[in-house]
C-alpha cells in the first residue's frame, strides 16, 4: 500500500507570511505623513491605479470574446469544409485548408475566403485588446515587485501590509516569491527602525 502525498500541507514559508500579514495588517491605516520619506504610499497609490487599468482590460477583453462566441466564430477562427464523404472538418489555418487533397478548387477557394472573413472579423473585433491587456498585467507587477521592496518604516510596512490584505489579489503575491520579498522588506524595515 502506498502513502499517499498531501500537497495541501501549511508550509513553514505560508505560515510565516501569513502570520506577519495578520500582526500588521490588523494595526491602523497609517497617514502619509507618518513616514514622509517611505515611497510605499506613492507605489500603493501606483499600484492601485495600474491594477485598475489591467482589470478594466480584462473586462474588455472578456467583452470581446463574449462578442466572437455570440457570432459563432469562437475564440480561434476556422471554418469547415465537408469532405467528399459529406463529413466536416475544421481548419484553423490556410496551409491546413491546401493540404486537402480531397477538395475542388471551388470548395478550397471558398475555405479560404470563408477562413478569410473569420480571421478579418476576430481581427476587428480583438484589436490589440491581448497585447494591451498584457503590457497592463506586466506594468502591474513591475509596480508589485517595487511596492514590496519599499517600506522603509514601521508606518510602510503597516500600510503595505494592510493594502495586500485588503485589496491585492492573493494569486499576485504566489509568483516570483513575493511573499518572501515581502517578509525580507518587513524584516529590514524593522531593522531599521530598532537601530533609529
Known amino acids: 500500500m502506498t502513502q499517499a502525498e498531501t500537497t495541501n500541507t501549511t508550509s513553514r514559508r505560508r505560515f510565516l507570511g501569513a502570520a506577519a500579514v495578520a500582526a500588521l495588517a490588523g494595526a491602523p491605516a497609517v497617514v502619509e505623513a507618518a513616514a514622509p520619506n517611505d515611497p510605499t504610499f506613492d507605489l500603493i497609490l501606483q499600484h492601485r491605479r495600474a491594477a485598475i487599468t489591467y482589470e478594466d ?6 467583452r470581446r470574446e463574449r462578442i466572437l462566441v455570440d457570432e459563432g466564430i469562437g475564440l480561434y477562427p476556422y471554418t469547415s469544409v465537408a469532405l467528399p464523404a459529406g463529413q466536416p ?7 491546413r485548408i491546401d493540404t ?4 475542388s478548387e471551388p470548395q478550397r477557394r471558398k475555405a479560404h475566403a470563408d477562413l478569410d472573413a473569420a480571421l478579418n472579423r476576430y481581427t476587428e473585433v480583438m484589436g490589440d485588446a491581448e497585447d494591451a491587456m498584457r503590457v497592463a498585467d506586466a506594468a502591474a507587477f513591475e509596480v508589485l515587485g517595487q511596492l514590496l521592496t519599499a517600506p522603509t518604516s514601521i508606518a510602510g510596512v503597516r500600510a503595505l ?3 495586500l490584505a485588503q485589496e491585492v489579489d492573493p494569486v499576485m503575491l504566489r509568483t516570483n516569491d513575493q511573499i518572501e520579498t515581502l517578509l525580507f522588506s518587513i ?9 533609529a
Open 57 to 62: 482590460l480584462v473586462a474588455d477583453y472578456c
Open 89 to 95: 472538418i475544421v481548419v484553423y489555418n490556410h496551409e
Open 187 to 195: 524584516q529590514d524595515a524593522l531593522g531599521r527602525e530598532v537601530e
Open 100 to 103: 486537402l487533397a480531397c477538395l
Open 161 to 163: 501590509v494592510g493594502y
